[in-house]
């Protein structure tokens, strides 16, 4: 066992084009420099490691075990960022084990650099990924019924419209989406389009003018691009601040706006086909991508300690997208625990009493003060702490929350200040737990403990 336990750790700062220049400094009171600073990574990666208060690399502390068959990457099975979208990035895919392990060997056997512009495999691994929301969130997942896709073209009406409307009842999505990314419209033919978007506007109704309302954001930033046409055939997601979005791989997704905390497996496979200035594959995301019509997975916490329900009812949304029958614009129906200000107020009112002993998690209080979002992959976990999960939920003199972590963790404070392995944390900031260590967080704060799914507290 390490003789230290938990370190501090500082982020990998990323300033992609589309990323907010103020959010995340808000986040981490920072100071803005003008620049688009879109994700700060905590984690190993080799494209943006964290590093510790003496400049070593999280990864020089670590006693993972090498990479193999169950484990395609060295260091942190997972990775944790927090992410700031401005405007609308890259409409894209994630690939599965075995597609990111022929992608990597095929572009290595092409002599493609692996910090080229022109590469898209960058390891071996899969990218599953959920997206815990900080604010409210826009993102387009996944693909919508072809035959509503196809009533929204035939009310764009023209040559495009009908063409388009005829495509989608012949052969679905799959059809669609083929042929306006691999034969795209002239100019001539967007203008139209446009057109039909903006008298869907004046004169449509739901679901039609939330996809023209689409449309023509997407279309601001990249005109006359195919994906434009793309985002119009997808579902909008909508989450409030404290919801969880799961993008399975294969799902092809655009996100559109807001800022989260963002996990996923230890990867910067990205398999784009526009909506960007970086690298586009446009027939490697057709391969990888799943292109029947789905619904959105949104994440359900289940408290890990207590015996106080979450708020009914009680759903699990399965991360493997289902068939889609509801309306394209999609809402979490049952909220996950606010982190904003205070998770435990969603349980006001509630019975307490004594909670049953478990090991593995500590509470001086009887509420569940620990949620967990458990997306079903074996990359990652969610646990939030919440140390003011005390029996009157207008006390806020703070908390405390006892945490035994099986295996490496990261650590996020997501709101107010915590004291963490008898340092101090504030919102933003970050520690590294090895396996072993016991984070005792306490104050009035919100904290993340993102690790892999087996072992630690025990599961509800």
């Known amino acids: 066992m390490k003789l230290k336990q938990v370190w501090r750790v500082h982020g990998f700062a990323q300033n992609y084009s589309w990323g907010d220049p103020v959010a995340l400094h808000e986040l981490c009171d920072t100071v803005p420099d003008g620049k688009p600073l879109a994700e700060i990574w905590f984690g190993t990666h080799s494209d943006g490691p964290a590093t510790l208060d003496d400049g070593r690399s999280l990864m020089q502390i670590l006693d993972e075990p090498a990479p193999g068959a169950d484990r395609p990457v060295e260091g942190l099975a997972y990775l944790a960022k927090f992410i700031a ?12 084990r075995a597609q990111a392990a022929a992608g990597w060997e095929r572009e290595n056997a092409q002599g493609i650099p692996l910090h080229s512009r022109e590469r898209s495999f960058k390891d071996r691994n899969h990218k599953p990924e959920m997206l815990y929301t900080l604010t409210s969130w826009r993102a387009l997942v996944g693909f919508s019924d072809p035959s509503e896709v196809a009533r929204f073209f035939s009310a764009i009406g023209g040559e495009l419209g009908r063409r388009y409307a005829a495509l989608l009842t012949r052969g679905g999505i799959d059809a669609f989406v083929h042929d306006a990314l691999t034969n795209p419209p002239q100019e001539a033919l967007f203008q139209e389009f446009r057109e039909g978007c903006e008298r869907i506007l004046a004169t449509g109704s739901e679901p039609q003018v939330d996809r023209a309302r689409v449309a023509l954001e997407v279309d601001e930033y990249f005109p006359t691009e195919p994906g434009v046409l793309i985002a119009a055939a997808m579902n909008h997601v909508r989450a409030e601040a404290g919801q969880a979005v799961m993008v399975p791989v294969n799902t092809v997704h655009a996100y559109l706006k807001g800022v989260g905390l963002e996990l996923m ?9 526009g909506l960007t200035d970086k690298h586009v594959d446009v027939q490697e995301l057709l391969a990888c991508a799943n292109l029947a019509p789905t619904r959105p997975a949104f994440i359900v916490p289940t408290p890990v300690r207590g015996t106080v329900p979450v708020p009914t009812p009680l759903l699990r949304t399965a991360p493997t997208p289902t068939p889609v029958t509801g309306p394209t614009s999609v809402r979490a129906s049952v909220p996950g625990p606010m982190p904003l200000p205070r998770p435990e107020t969603a349980l006001a009112g509630a019975a307490s009493g004594a909670a049953p002993a478990q090991s593995g998690v500590e509470s001086a209080a009887a509420e569940p003060v620990v949620w ?5 992959v074996p990359d990652f976990q969610l646990d939030l702490c919440n140390t003011t999960g005390g029996q009157d939920p207008c006390d806020t003199t703070g908390g405390r929350v006892d945490y035994y972590v099986e295996r490496d963790a990261l650590v996020i404070v997501l709101r107010g200040d915590a004291h963490i392995g008898g340092e101090q944390y504030s919102r933003g900031s970050a520690a590294y737990a090895c396996a072993g260590a016991r984070v005792v967080a306490t104050g009035d704060a919100t904290v993340a403990i993102v690790t892999e799914p087996f072992g630690n507290a025990p599961r509800s």
Request: without cysteine; positive net charge; charged residues 20%.
């Open 85 to 96: 979208v401005a405007r609308p990035l890259s409409l894209q895919v994630h690939p599965s």
């Open 265 to 273: 497996a230890s990867s910067d496979n990205v398999i784009r086909a």
């Open 372 to 376: 967990r979002y458990d997306p079903g």
